[in-house]
């Protein structure tokens, strides 16, 4: 009987120990709370609102004298809730379809809570404000400064800025920091697509004229210089012939001077030029010999008959 008394009593305590253990636990669980390292809390006290910064474990009076929100202060990237892709005209009247992000953070649980209460009631609030602030910068372009060939006229990157500009003016005072706004994504309606691609073929072809009208330019250009280059060239080269041809002519009067004096002599040298000039290398000719200029030919002959018939 004594034994089965002390079995009951040691599983009694048992019992007990196991109950004071789960009270425990119960009442840690109650008043307390975990922030992790990558969660900020904002702690409501009977409606006083406190911040919580540091991770770990914190003590807190159970509900309803202390109500615990936790959010994660981590960067979020938010692409709109309702729709993605919004549709909206250019300054030039053009309409294109826009998907924009935008990257931030909670930096102020406790002003993001009293004003935003939670994170899908912000993103919400932040749907309406990226839209209004797509329409109204998008509004100041026109269509070839978000699609063209030439980067130095694309301004995505202004836009960018000036849509985050729009959006931490409203965010700042939420307990919200605007890290990035991005255009991801850039399309035309497919209405408007055959005459979106027409406008931009008339662009190329009006671009294309232009440098093809410049290359003419250049080209008769550089053909006029050429030819004023070659009309300089002529003329400093006649300049010059005709100076050498007055030199010439100059040293030939010595030469026709000398001639002057003795017209047989002069006579005889041209007949033996036009014979050089006639006859050439390896040449025979049967000519008769009275005809200028072979008559010089006989003339030795002459001569030399003349010695015979005289006896020299």
Same mark, same amino acid.
């Given at each position: ?45 009977? %409606? ?33 809730? $309702? ?10 009247? *053009? ?20 004003? @935003? ?15 209004? $602030? ?10 070839? *400064? ?53 406008? @931009? ?13 410049? %290359? ?11 030819? *004023? ?18 030199? %010439? ?42 005809? $200028? ?6 003339? %030795? ?12």
């Amino acid at each position: 009987m004594s034994t089965e008394n002390e079995t009951k009593k040691t599983r009694h305590w048992g019992t007990m120990f196991l109950g004071a253990i789960v009270a425990a636990l119960f009442l840690i669980i109650i008043f307390s709370f975990q922030v992790k390292t990558t969660e900020c809390a904002v702690v409501s006290t009977l %409606g006083r609102l406190s911040t919580v910064d540091s991770p770990g474990w914190h003590w807190r009076w159970p509900y309803p004298i202390q109500s615990i929100h936790k959010f994660d202060n981590r960067v979020r990237c938010f692409e709109g809730s $309702a729709g993605k892709l919004e549709e909206t005209l250019t300054k030039n009247g *053009q309409n294109i379809i826009i998907g924009s992000y935008v990257n931030y953070k909670i930096n102020d649980p406790k002003a993001f809570y009293k004003q @935003m209460v939670s994170v899908i009631s912000a993103e919400g609030y932040l749907t309406d404000w990226l839209r209004s $602030a797509n329409k109204a910068i998008i509004g100041r372009y026109n269509f070839d *400064q978000f699609v063209n060939t030439d980067p130095n006229k694309m301004m995505l990157d202004k836009m960018e800025i000036e849509i985050k500009e729009l959006l931490e003016d409203k965010c700042k005072s939420r307990g919200m920091e605007i890290i990035t706004v991005g255009i991801n994504c850039i399309e035309v309606p497919k209405s408007n697509t055959k005459e979106v691609f027409n406008r @931009m073929i008339a662009e190329r072809k009006t671009v294309s004229s232009g440098f093809r009208s410049k %290359g003419k330019r250049e080209a008769q250009k550089i053909r006029t210089e050429a030819d *004023q280059e070659k009309m300089n060239i002529l003329t400093e080269a006649q300049a010059q012939a005709k100076g050498i041809r007055a030199e %010439g002519d100059a040293e030939a009067a010595k030469y026709y001077a000398k001639f002057k004096e003795n017209p047989e002599l002069a006579i005889f040298l041209r007949k033996l030029d036009s014979l050089k000039k006639v006859m050439g290398k390896k040449t025979t000719l049967i000519l008769d010999t009275d005809s $200028a200029p072979f008559d010089i030919l006989k003339m %030795g002959s002459e001569k030399l008959d003349s010695n015979k018939k005289t006896g020299k």
